[in-house]
């Protein structure tokens, strides 16, 4: 292959994405300068956050500019280098878009060990989501053994690693999620106590359920009317974290913000935003602690692989779908 | 005078208090039993969480039952005791309820000098609202010297104190507030860095103007569009008190939602919900402090005070409607 095919953002989406939204290209493919080393990259990671950053306008991160390659982590294999500390054949990470090639100079990106963890490992648990989760839960959540976790989106790439940790800490963890077959897969496979179809029960009544002495930490991916319901099954004390509104991204009408907010007041409780980034000089030791978790099969993990670059925008919509389980990355 | 007038809960409001709601009746002054005095309430606290008391269901107190005298904080005098610790003479503040005379068992009860502050003091600063404030600013809130703090419902019982404490800790105080009358009052008596009318101006935009750092702790009273506009406006690691929501009490509609909560987490911002009874063992610290402050001039404060008991369904609206500057109270 001695093509660089790019997706370039042609427009700002209005609602959900759409192929036309973006603009598919083949160039030639780049050769690194001095100080910068040419990646090849094997695996996409697809998420969630990549709606807004298609959005115009302030956020914690800048927007994509129109005319740019999509931004996106990436898993790839470095194929030439002039930089110092990155040689040929190594496996690394990094934002380096959705192209099969990316130029670097190597700021923000990690080595990876292949023989460590699969690939696309480095997206999700050993990644991105699995720091949001980690930090995410453990310092912004701050639960205690005992007591009660739910998190939304409990089958994606944050959600299932939030309810393992959850239980390892010796809380009880409880999953909310859209249909049978992830459900299934949360208590099954992962251990949660429980795992709430939103598609199918009336979230409230099942949480009273699973939840009798309230819910004393929320970590919320979705917003919306699920934030709705948990603020409404609170324990005194409660903390919220807003990691994201997957089913607020793609709407054209204003942001459904959580009209049971007041519950906050009732329960003296808190709901507090973060931003994985915020946590980046402890991702090693984060690291450290997972990988000793999945080795010793404490903590699992699903990616959910879809393939083929070519495929990019409609393999996104499945985020937006809710129709992946576990983390969802494309191979090229 | 040897009736008791009282007015009792008749009905769930349904959106905006109106009198109906009430059922007024005279009874006979009760005499206390053994471990009880008869109390003579000489001012009426009407606050704006008379309001929630009146709905059904589960909150942080339980509800005024209907058929029950409207419960209401009130400063009076003890016209008759047979309690150990309770002498006639004596006042004190206490949740007496919207009558001429109450019975007590001392419970709650604390009493307070006619020397040391004028009565409706003791329902305002050196009350409820004062603490409200003071905690809620200084624990929940915890501003820092150089900060910008915003406080909705400005020219409030709650609100006046807010931004006075605000700035003896050195920050900057900002107030929201219904009209240039309220406006001119928090900026020219107490002292606040500005005002923003939110009838006549466009918060956003005032904002920006005022807080061009961004809002580090904002006390919301109020809720609604408010909340909403100061959600844009947030400056990192920004620390938002719940204490209330006024415009959204009478509603009939469901409340509204911040629909800009996820600036939470662009900012890294938390929004605390609060009651002022968590406090009650360190009120006396807090009121210690206050007089202090009051005392040298640093802390002012003022009354809206209305008569008579009679007029009661019409001046509680009053704080609905935003007519009072200052505590509103009622002089029986």
Redesign the interface.
């Known amino acids: 292959m001695n093509k660089n095919r790019q997706f370039k953002l042609a427009r700002r989406p209005q609602g959900m994405v759409q192929r036309a939204d973006f603009e598919f290209v083949e160039t030639p493919v780049p050769e690194p300068g001095e100080g910068q080393f040419l990646v090849k990259n094997e695996y996409l990671s697809l998420d969630p956050a990549m709606r807004g950053w298609m959005n115009e306008g ?3 991160v800048p927007p994509v500019g129109l005319g740019e390659v999509m931004r996106a982590g990436a898993v790839g294999r470095i194929v030439a280098s002039k930089h110092p500390q990155f040689a040929v054949g190594q496996h690394v990470v990094g934002l380096f878009g959705v192209q099969d090639y990316a130029i670097s100079n190597g700021k923000g990106v990690t080595p990876v060990d292949p023989e460590l963890a699969p690939l696309p490992v480095y997206l999700g648990t050993l990644g991105m989501p699995g720091m949001t989760a980690y930090f995410g839960l453990l310092e912004v959540g701050q639960p205690k053994p005992g007591e009660t976790v739910v998190v939304s989106g409990a089958a994606g790439a944050v959600g299932q690693v939030v309810g393992q940790i959850a239980k390892i800490k010796g809380c009880r963890a409880v999953g909310i999620a859209g249909g049978a077959d992830k459900c299934r897969y949360v208590v099954d496979a992962l251990g949660f106590d429980a795992c709430i179809d939103y598609k199918a029960e009336d979230v409230k009544k099942a949480l009273k359920t699973h939840c009798p002495q309230g819910v004393d930490v929320y970590f919320d991916n979705v ?1 919306g009317d699920i934030l ?1 319901a948990v603020l409404t099954q609170l324990a005194m004390h409660a903390r919220i974290v ?4 997957i089913s ?1 991204y793609n709407n054209t009408a ?22 994985v980034f ?1 946590w980046a000089d402890r991702y090693g030791e984060a690291a450290r602690e997972m990988a000793g978790w999945l080795a010793s099969g404490r903590l699992k993990t699903r990616e959910d692989i879809a393939e083929g670059l070519e495929t990019f925008p409609e393999t996104l919509l499945k985020l937006f779908k809710g129709e992946n389980i576990g983390k969802l990355v494309l191979k090229l």
Chains 1, 2 share one sequence.
């Open positions: 302030k956020s914690y917003g709705d807003i990691c994201g509104a607020q204003p942001v459904k913000g959580p009209s049971n907010y007041l519950s906050l007041l009732v329960h003296r409780a808190s709901m507090k935003g973060m931003v915020d």
